[in-house]
Every structure is written in structure tokens, then in C-alpha cells.
């Protein structure tokens, strides 16, 4: 059973930083690309950056230069470091992957359980 899990949200202050870790855990045959997400209270999930397996990486503009997006593919790990924090950038962040596990040798999409991210004074 493969799986996606988030790590690393919490409270910080307009300004601040945070650092959100994703680990895949499983059967895994392969991962490609692998992203972040976030859903504010009363708004559409949006995409806030991916990364693919060649280290291509795409940001929504609202995020540039604050935000990067980085992986460990030996640790199977997707990381997000957030800098320079608003209160805009509240929400759950959520890890998603595209996954071949070794069980069904098929591509697959997973998503995680999502963290919680509060920009506030």
C-alpha cells in the first residue's frame, strides 16, 4: 500500500518561515512528479509548485520567490521551504504524487492527508 504523508505545518507570524516534508512510503517502484497543494477556507484547491523527476519546477506566481520546492529521491521526500509568510498563504497544504508501486506497476495519483498552515500575528 503506498502512501503520501505531510509533516511540518503549524503557527508562525506574518514574515516567518516553515518547512513542509512529504515522505511516500510503500511498494514503490517509482515517483514522478511530485507537488504541493493548498485549499483555504472557502476557496478551490490550488496548485502552489511542483517538481519532476528531472528537477523541473513550476510555481504559481503568488509564491515566487517566497516558496521552493525541492526532493530527496533516496529519502522518497518532498520538501517545501516557505519563506517570508502571509496571512494569504493560509491554509491546508496538501502532498501529492504520481506513484508506480510495485503492486500494480501502474501509474497512479496519491494525495495526503493535508497540514495545517497559519500565517497570524
Known amino acids: 500500500q503506498v502512501q503520501v504523508a505531510e509533516s511540518g505545518g503549524g503557527l508562525v507570524q506574518p514574515g516567518g518561515s516553515l518547512r513542509l516534508s512529504c515522505a511516500a512510503s510503500?511498494?514503490?517502484?517509482?515517483?514522478?512528479?511530485m507537488g504541493w497543494y493548498r485549499q483555504a477556507p472557502g476557496k478551490q484547491r490550488e496548485l502552489v509548485a511542483n517538481i519532476s523527476s528531472g528537477r523541473i519546477t513550476n510555481y504559481v506566481d503568488s509564491v515566487k520567490g517566497r516558496f521552493t520546492i525541492s526532493r530527496d529521491d533516496a529519502k522518497k521526500t518532498v520538501y517545501l521551504q516557505m519563506n517570508n509568510l502571509n496571512p494569504e498563504d493560509t491554509a491546508v497544504y496538501y502532498c501529492?504524487?504520481?506513484?508506480?508501486?510495485?503492486?500494480?506497476?501502474?501509474?497512479?495519483?496519491?494525495w495526503g492527508q493535508g497540514t495545517q498552515v497559519t500565517v497570524s500575528s
Open positions: 501529492n504524487a504520481d506513484i508506480i508501486s510495485r503492486s500494480t506497476m501502474r501509474r497512479e495519483n496519491y
Open positions: 510503500g511498494r514503490i517502484f517509482s515517483i514522478y512528479i
